[in-house]
């Protein structure tokens, strides 16, 4: 069964980076791309960007451009998200997600999430 | 950037009742909207997408309707179990992807 499985919990000081991993088994990985979305605390739902797992084509939210890095491992089948110059408001849970299509589009499984927080 | 509105914010409704949750879009997004239903601690999942199909495994109490900018989300006869936040999500003119603000479902 198609599986997406996250690395665990971080704590950062404002400042450093952080990379969260998605390990995705049950399907073919190239054929799918790879969405991350983030949760602020009692917050909503914000997309953050897409990569492609058959070529690595990316799409990112304007707002996030320069700070956040999306890769793919096609040998182990594991996506990365990696976010630099971390603050207070990027505490949230980061969650990565199967992607329908040849772009960013349908969501159909997602990862179990990943708390990341940041705070001094 | 799309501005997608989702209303109510919030709704408290009995078992057995017909739910509808609405979301406008700032321009027209054709059909390229999903649902998703999010409950506490856990990751949203996938139950309509391009506006009206219904994801494999889905029950059907759950539907969906509406093209261009005005959509619309039903739960036919609510159950316990349906208790969650749902949004909506466009994927139209990228980048950004956005969604809904959510819309909190309880039972009164």
């Known amino acids: 069964q198609v599986q997406l499985v996250q690395s665990g919990a971080e704590v950062k000081e404002p400042g450093a980076s952080v990379k969260v991993s998605c390990k995705t088994s049950g399907y073919s990985f190239t054929s799918y791309g790879i969405t991350w979305v983030r949760q602020a605390p009692g917050q909503g739902l914000e997309w953050m960007g897409w990569i492609s797992a058959y070529n690595d084509n990316t799409n990112y939210a304007q707002k996030l451009q320069g700070r956040v890095t999306l890769t793919t491992d096609t040998s182990t089948n594991t996506a990365y998200m990696e976010l630099r110059s971390l603050r207070s408001d990027d505490t949230a849970v980061y969650y990565c997600?199967?992607?329908?299509?040849?772009?960013?589009?349908?969501?159909?499984?997602w990862g179990q999430g990943t708390l990341v927080t940041v705070s001094s | 950037d799309i501005q997608m509105t989702q209303s109510p914010s919030s709704l408290s409704a009995s078992v057995g009742d017909r739910v509808t949750i609405t979301c406008q879009a700032s321009?027209?997004?054709?059909?390229?909207l999903n649902w998703y239903q999010q409950k506490p601690g856990k990751a949203p999942k996938l139950l309509i997408y391009?506006?009206?199909y219904l994801e494999t495994g889905v029950p059907s109490r759950f539907s969906g309707s509406g093209s261009g900018t005005d959509f619309t989300f039903t739960i036919s006869s609510l159950q316990p179990e349906d208790i969650a936040t749902y949004y909506c999500?466009?994927?139209?003119?990228?980048?950004?992807?956005?969604f809904g603000g959510g819309t909190k479902v309880e039972i009164k």
């Open positions: 999500q466009e994927y139209d003119n990228l980048p950004p992807l956005t």
């Open positions: 391009d506006a009206s």
């Open positions: 321009q027209d997004i054709s059909n390229y």
């Open positions: 997600a199967r992607d329908l299509s040849f772009s960013p589009s349908i969501f159909d499984y």
